[in-house]
């Protein structure tokens, strides 16, 4: 099922054309990674099937009322809250009488293993910890489509495979798009593509 169609997807800024008319369709279920050069519009181009900023030309197409969820590449925690009080305002945004709270978030913190950090402040916590309950908060939506910028940046070796184990089992069977500058560890069943000038590719 095509969950995300781009259509004719056009971005300048300061007279540079960043995206030219990229035309893709992604399908429910499927791990897309999209490599490219650094400025070659792989942020741009998740900012714009998210909406945080609108194309030139084209248009995205959702199928159906569906939830999207965007891991930044920087942390976007409150460090001075502990990992459930994050998840806690993600979660009564979505709830506002936050019924249920509790069982969900530790659900879905021993999906990602954290259950012990649950009363940690995140400003206590490694990169590799911060980045799991990251992935968390975004989980707590329950969202169809997730996109990842940079989801392994920063981190070793080891950390980056945990991260990426972790996101193949916890997203499975959800539409997720992961734009990256890395090479390897990549989810071996991810499709995946490039943005060379400006135009969506397969690799």
């Keep these: 099922m095509i969950m995300l ?23 429910d279920g499927n791990i897309y990674v999209i490599r490219g050069e650094s400025g070659s519009g792989k942020t741009t181009l998740l900012n714009i099937i998210v909406g945080y900023i609108h194309a030139d030309e084209g248009e995205v197409e959702r199928a159906g009322d569906l939830k999207i969820e965007y891991l930044f590449q920087d942390d976007m925690l409150f460090s001075n809250l502990t ?10 945004v979505l ?27 995140v400003s206590m916590l490694s990169g590799g910890e911060k980045r799991r309950v990251q992935l968390a908060n975004v ?18 070796a080891k950390n980056r495979k945990s991260i990426l184990d972790a996101i ?4 499975r069977n959800k539409l997720i798009i ?26």
């Design 178 to 203: 992961i734009v990256s500058h890395e090479n390897d560890q990549m989810p071996s069943n991810s499709i995946h593509l490039k943005l060379v000038n400006g135009s969506l590719q397969y690799e």
């Design 95 to 121: 709830h506002p009488d936050a019924a249920g709270f509790e069982k969900t978030a530790h659900d879905v913190l021993r999906s990602f293993h954290i259950i012990d950090l649950i009363d940690r402040k």
């Design 5 to 27: 169609k781009l259509t004719n997807v056009t971005k300048n800024f300061n007279g540079k054309k960043v995206l030219n008319h990229v035309h893709f369709e992604f399908k």
């Design 83 to 92: 990992v459930q009080e994050n998840l806690y305002i993600k979660y009564a």
């Design 139 to 156: 989980f707590m939506s329950n969202p169809d489509i997730v996109l990842m910028d940079e989801p392994t940046s920063k981190l070793d």
């Design 168 to 171: 193949t089992h916890a997203f």
